[in-house]
């Protein structure tokens, strides 16, 4: 018996896998290491993992029904947490149909998978960017998250629905967290912290956009995943409170599902996020403030309070902190000391 990981090549999915291992867990990861970004970096994390004892490894698309059919049938999940997913707002724009084959049939064929061999939980990967034209802040999951405002974010609402229907016709307990701007060491190539330090070494100008004046509620990798493991350990219940006169869009009162904030809920200005790295570094930026970009919110900001009394969560790492150590593993991993 084992948990199911998908994405375990990815960011997060490696760090969550790493950290059941390192805990006695079995897992199974399931990863296609596709081309999005250096697919180096991905074999380099899942070295890491085959590594570990108690880790097998599927490579294997999302969007393959017959392959995840074959996984599940073999490895009959007792937790399953899915974080393999088409990333990132500003790729969704040049290319949509890689968002509905990941996160939309992929996502299908993990339902399918849960319906098929009841696993305790599942737990999946949503985002902030649910929350699209909503302005009021911090976002709260008991507010409506109807406007997204890219194709990517409109995916990660449809899994939300997803789940809530299976949660109610198979009884699938199901934990929806949504992230907010995860950082750390083994990031992803495509996301800020590598743009900025790559940006600084190399002395060349850093596109800021939204002219600097925007917030983001960084999130170090390491509070992520411990609210992720949290979850796993305890499936979402049925609520009943739940009132379908009024309902609440968090919770259910015909289902076992519910969807979390994860994130630092401190919201940083991007200016002084990047200052953080010239300080860590011991150089200045060549700041080229730019307008801002389609899909962008100028703030976020996650209110956690819920998932805080459901799982204990309390993130702890300051950006300081946190952007220390991403800058540290980037120089040792890249040999650029």
Known sequence: MAILVTGSAGFIGFHLAKRLLDRGDEVVGVDNLNAYYDVRLKEARLAILEATPGYRHARLDLADREGMAAVFAE??????VNLAAQAGVRYSLENPHAYADANLTGFLNVLEGCRSVQPKHLVYASTSSAYGANGKLPFDVHDHAVHPITLYAATKIANEAMAHAYAHLFGIPSTGFRFFTVYGPWGRPDMSPFRFIEA????????????????RDFTYVD??????????????????????????????????????????????????????????????????????????????????????????????????????????????FYGRR
């Open 200 to 215: 600084i070494l190399e002395e060349r100008p850093l596109p800021v956009y939204g002219q600097g004046k925007m917030q």
């Open 75 to 80: 490895t009959k999940p007792t937790e399953v």
């Open 223 to 332: 509070d992520i995943v411990d609210g992720l493991v949290a979850a796993v350990d305890r499936p979402a219940e049925v609520n009943p409170a739940w009132d379908p006169k009024a309902p609440d869009p968090a919770t259910s009162g015909v289902a076992a599902w519910r969807v979390l904030n994860i994130g630092a809920s401190q919201p940083v200005d991007l200016m002084r996020y990047i200052q953080v790295f010239e300080e860590k570094l011991g150089r200045k930026a060549k700041l080229d403030l730019m307008p801002m970009q389609p899909g962008d919110v100028t703030n976020t900001s996650a209110d956690v309070s819920e998932t805080t009394a459901a799982l204990g969560y309390r993130p702890k790492t300051s950006i300081e902190e946190g952007v220390g150590r991403f800058v540290d593993w980037y120089l040792d």
